[in-house]
């Protein structure tokens, strides 16, 4: 059995006076691309950021390779080996492409510009458009700079709001064989609406509902459970 790289026991989190995550337990085995599922303000964003430090954990734990990270600044949970793509796919509009990936290796060593070949080759949109202001892209080329700089440091865990969303479904299908590629190395948590998306890369499945973890088990198993599709992702 793989070992778990992230585990999160009954978390709770609180903005104001809103009850947020209102139990979401998880466990991520290292190399099993995992994918959170639920429907719109079930909770999916708001997990990861709490993972991140970017949302308070008011109660729980979240543990990282075995080390407790609830409570830890954002900046020390990314130095710990998680990577965050945002829902929003933020680049730095004034900054050229080159630069937006420059300032995403944190080393800028020789393998991080040998994933960044890996990384041409997969996206050439993105050495096409290397020199100019990130800015200009169109919107789903942004979003491929934003989800693409991800991969030039190869960190263990990479969470990954919404990757599909925007994407033309040729370009949806070749991000999906790519996050599942990189198991090896860097173990995939995706939130993804776009079931399609989902059941490409996640061999492993959470669904939140109302703030809390309701069902979990094997991706395969899901895709033909019209009961559990239907309740709680509306699909089906
Ligand atoms: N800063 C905030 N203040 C108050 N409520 C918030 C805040 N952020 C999120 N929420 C609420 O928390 C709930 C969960 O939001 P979250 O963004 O995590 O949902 P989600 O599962 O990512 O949904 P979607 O699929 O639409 O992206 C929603 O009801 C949302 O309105
Ligand atoms: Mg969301």
Do not use: C
């Not at 979240?62 to 949970?77: R, V």
């Not at 993105?126 to 202001?133: D, H, L, N, T, V």
């Amino acid at each position: 059995m793989n070992e778990a790289i992230l585990q999160l026991k009954d978390i709770h989190s609180h903005i104001g006076s809103h009850h947020i995550l209102q139990g979401v337990s998880l466990t991520i085995k290292k190399g099993v691309p995992t994918t959170i599922l639920g429907r719109n303000g079930a909770g999916k964003t708001s997990t990861l950021r709490t993972i991140m430090g970017l949302n308070p954990l008011t109660s729980g734990d979240i543990t990282f390779l075995g080390d407790s990270i609830g409570g830890k600044k954002p900046y020390e949970i990314a130095r710990k080996g998680i990577g965050f793509v945002s829902e929003n796919k933020v680049v730095l509009s004034e900054l050229t492409v080159e630069e937006n990936f420059r300032l995403a290796m944190i080393n800028e060593s020789e393998k991080s510009w040998q994933l960044m070949e890996k990384v041409w080759e997969l996206f050439p949109d993105i050495k096409k458009f290397w020199k100019a202001k990130a800015g200009n892209l169109s919107g789903g080329q942004k979003q491929m700079v934003s989800i693409a700089r991800s991969f030039v440091d190869e960190r263990p865990l990479l969470l990954i709001d919404e990757p599909a969303k925007g994407l033309a479904p040729i370009i949806v299908d070749h991000l999906g064989e790519v996050l599942k590629q990189i198991k090896d190395k860097t173990t995939v948590v995706l939130v993804e609406q776009n079931f399609h998306m989902a059941s490409l890369v996640g061999e492993q499945y959470f669904i939140l509902d109302d703030g809390r973890t309701v069902h979990q088990g094997k991706m395969e198993d899901l895709v033909l459970n019209e009961e559990v599709k239907k309740k709680y992702l509306g699909i089906g």
